[in-house]
């Protein structure tokens, strides 16, 4: 395992074995977080984004390949790697029954804090999450937002070197994910690696240092933001209105549809490609040359999220 990785899976793979057929959810998957880094893993629904997180967490065993987390052997030593990292689920498995400082103090204690170190920890927590005035309070009631901060704080008692988190953001409303935007950059820079699995594009973009596309089990692509916008299906979208007649802008459309992807559209010529300026410089003119005058023009950047529907495509997925 190189000593900058915090994560490495070498030909990681999980075959869920059943009477009539095999299903193989993570298929021979190669992946390396580093050190530091705030990581996001990206993917459709079922291709395998919470296998391969299951198997780097210890809650699913692997049936190939080898996964290292913080040095230690997933497969032999699970244990070890449990001490080392932090997981926060889809799910809130907060303790209903105690305060917001009890679920703290009592992680602390079961993984390994004295009395004295585990309240001191918590109380540090409770501070930096915001949560001082309300340590007291049950966590039954607590929004979605505080209860997701209660969890991250709880995952990161024990200093974990590695934090999983599974769509942490979802079904928050856009204020308090924000909010956790921020507590999770000041945590990247305070050197804790995250290994951040998200349906928000934006989400990624924004918040991750690399990003990994995992589809049908296998990693598709992983680089950072900018790497990953200029590898293909980064295109730029030109959406463009004309006035003029119908007949005339679908003529337009079937010129360009040889050279660049034409998406269907009623009145507009909306064109996919990675040479706006060129495809430009050739459409307005013959939009003219046709008797068309541009009424509405919007140009679309590449955007992670382009990439990934490239790489995914763009069906339907339960």
Not at 54 to 71: C, D, F, S, Y
């Amino acid at each position: 395992m190189s000593k900058e990785a915090a994560i490495q899976a070498t030909g990681l793979s999980k075959t869920y074995h059943a009477p009539h057929q095999d299903v193989v959810a993570v298929d021979k998957l190669y992946l390396t977080v580093n050190r530091g880094e705030l990581f996001g893993l990206l993917g459709p629904n079922g291709a395998g984004k919470s296998t391969t997180v299951g198997m780097l967490t210890t809650r699913i065993k692997p049936t190939g390949g080898v996964a290292m987390v913080a040095g230690i052997d997933v497969g032999r030593h699970p244990v070890g790697v449990k001490e080392r990292i932090g997981v926060v689920t889809q799910h809130n498995t907060l303790d209903r029954q105690l305060t917001i400082r009890e679920n703290l103090e009592f992680r602390g204690r079961y993984t390994g804090l004295s009395a004295r170190q585990a309240r001191a920890r918590a109380s540090e927590l409770l501070e930096i999450f915001g949560l001082g005035d309300r340590d007291g309070g049950r966590v039954g009631g607590l929004s979605g937002g505080l209860a997701q901060r209660v969890l991250i704080a709880r995952a990161i008692v024990h200093k974990p070197d590695v934090l999983f988190l599974d769509e942490p953001t979802s079904g928050l409303d856009p204020q308090t994910r924000i909010s956790l935007w921020e507590i999770l950059r000041t945590m990247r820079e305070e050197g804790q690696t995250i290994l951040l699995t998200t349906h928000y594009m934006e989400e990624a973009e924004n918040l991750c240092d690399r990003i990994g596309i995992i589809d049908h089990g296998s990693l598709l692509a992983c680089d950072t933001v900018d790497g990953l916008k200029g590898t293909a299906g980064s295109d730029t979208l030109l959406t463009m209105r004309f006035n003029g007649d119908e007949q005339d802008i679908s003529r337009i459309r079937r010129e360009f549809e040889a050279a660049d992807e034409v998406l269907a559209h009623s009145d507009a010529v909306r064109i996919r490609t990675r040479h706006a300026e060129q495809t430009l410089a050739r459409v307005i003119p013959a939009a003219v040359d046709a008797g068309l005058s541009l009424s509405d023009f919007e140009l679309r950047p590449p955007s992670i999220e382009s990439v990934f529907i490239a790489l995914t495509g763009r069906e339907y997925r339960e």
